[in-house]
């Protein structure tokens, strides 16, 4: 058995995807309509902020699907730990069989004080091919600073960047 998950972020990155799990299958370019990339996501127990999605009628995220076996969820789901495990089956630009998921932080967490670490942006950054980066950047709303953590990451599945 397997599901589908919508993958915007790290999850981008296919170095930091086969830290977690074997991927079956994999379609790139996959747009979720009605959403908007932002990084808001926080958890209480760490002193970054990650990417997150958050509802947008009047815009959408690029990203990947992957089919990951249900024997890897757990530990997908401990990777992505603090989100919601949301069913986006109709809003995307793809038609696969079976429902498609992705990862959305509801709770609202206060980010003050909390920065973006580069090593995370990093490894986004490295499931975007070279000519969209500056665009993925742009569309992606980062209302918070980075801090250039990369001599020693705070990002757990820290990719550095070609």
């Known amino acids: 058995m397997q599901i589908h998950i ?3 972020g790290s999850l981008l990155n296919p170095v930091s995807r086969a830290k977690t799990f074997e991927e079956k299958d994999i379609i790139e370019g996959v747009i979720l309509h009605g ?5 808001n996501a926080a958890r209480t127990c760490d002193e970054y902020i ?7 009628s009047e815009s959408e995220v690029m990203g990947v699907l992957v089919t990951v076996p249900i024997e890897h969820l757990d530990e997908l789901k401990k990777r992505e730990e603090g989100y919601d495990m949301v069913e986006i089956t109709h809003s995307i630009s793809v038609q696969v069989a079976g429902p498609v998921y992705t990862f959305i932080m509801q709770e609202n967490i206060d980010c003050t004080g909390k920065h973006i670490p580069q090593s995370y942006l990093e ?5 975007v091919h070279p000519d ?3 665009r993925w950047l742009s569309e992606t709303i980062i209302e ?4 250039d953590d990369r001599e020693k990451p ?7 960047l070609k």
């Open 35 to 39: 959403y908007q990339r932002i990084a």
């Open 144 to 147: 918070y600073p980075t801090i």
């Open 123 to 127: 490894t986004c950054l490295g499931g």
């Open 6 to 8: 919508f993958g915007y």
């Open 50 to 56: 990650a990417l997150n999605i958050q509802e947008n």
């Open 154 to 160: 705070l990002c757990q599945n820290y990719i550095p």
């Open 132 to 134: 969209h980066r500056d």
